[in-house]
């Protein structure tokens, strides 16, 4: 089965950049999205089609995606930013799969 | 204003049959293109997904669950139901359900969630 693989965590000071990987196969042949789950939330939707931001993200979350890895970078890291990551891809042969989860400490 | 909210039971006993249902607003199953998908996520772990019903009733599954799931729309009661047999302690979780918008591989919008206990 396919699998999406995330740092357990990543700390970042505050107005510093965090960057968060998802390492899969061929990774750079699918769309990822990202989701930002703060405790006791729903995921929001903050990068979808690999680098695009839905309507209210700001524009410090930003996306990439190429060969084997994705990353989401979150520049100018605040303190309301302090949540877990999941990534997310999906194709006709492995449906809809999401990463294992990254927990962004605000420091 | 789309908007997803999840029901059924906080507590199934083990073997038991679970049946969520997920009541939506702000668009419409029926409309061509629209999706709805449930998720789920047990405590303190990763999202796992497990089933998608499509606007014109084609259903997928999660390969590894797909023996135990049923999903299902009601159009006019804005409403799909997820069932799965033989409920186990691992299948303790809080369970989602979220739109998929048109043409997209994204979860665009989400239900509250649901927790759901599997214990004797």
């Known amino acids: 089965s396919y699998e999406l693989t995330q740092p357990p965590s990543v700390s970042v000071s505050p107005g510093q950049t965090a960057s968060i990987t998802c390492s899969g196969d061929?990774?750079?042949?699918?769309?990822v999205c990202w989701y930002q789950q703060k405790p006791g939330q729903s995921p929001v939707l903050v990068i979808y089609?690999?680098?695009r931001r839905p309507s209210g993200i700001p524009e410090r979350f930003s996306g990439s995606n190429s060969a084997n890895t994705a990353t989401l970078t979150i520049s100018g890291t605040q303190a309301m930013d302090e949540a877990d990551y999941y990534c997310?891809?999906?194709?006709?042969?492995?449906?809809?799969?999401f990463g294992s989860g990254t927990r962004v400490t605000v420091l | 204003q789309v908007t997803l909210k999840e029901s059924g039971p906080a507590l199934v006993k083990p073997t038991q049959t679970l049946t969520l249902t997920c009541t939506f607003s702000?668009?419409?199953?029926?409309?061509?293109?629209?999706?709805v998908s449930w998720i789920r996520q047990p405590p303190g772990k990763a999202l796992e997904w497990l089933a998608r019903?499509?606007?014109?009733?084609?259903?997928f599954y999660s390969t590894s669950l797909k023996t135990r799931l049923t999903i299902s729309k009601d159009t006019s009661k804005n409403q799909v139901v997820l069932t799965m047999t033989n409920m186990d302690p691992v299948d303790t979780a809080t369970y989602y359900c979220?739109?998929?918008?048109?043409?997209?591989?994204?979860?665009?919008?989400w239900g509250q969630g649901t927790l759901v206990t599997v214990s004797s």
């Open positions: 702000g668009f419409s199953l029926s409309s061509t293109g629209v999706r």
């Open positions: 997310q891809a999906w194709d006709i042969s492995i449906n809809y799969v």
């Open positions: 979220a739109r998929i918008g048109r043409s997209t591989s994204w979860f665009d919008y």
């Open positions: 061929k990774l750079g042949d699918k769309f």
């Open positions: 019903i499509d606007w014109d009733d084609d259903k």
């Open positions: 089609q690999d680098n």
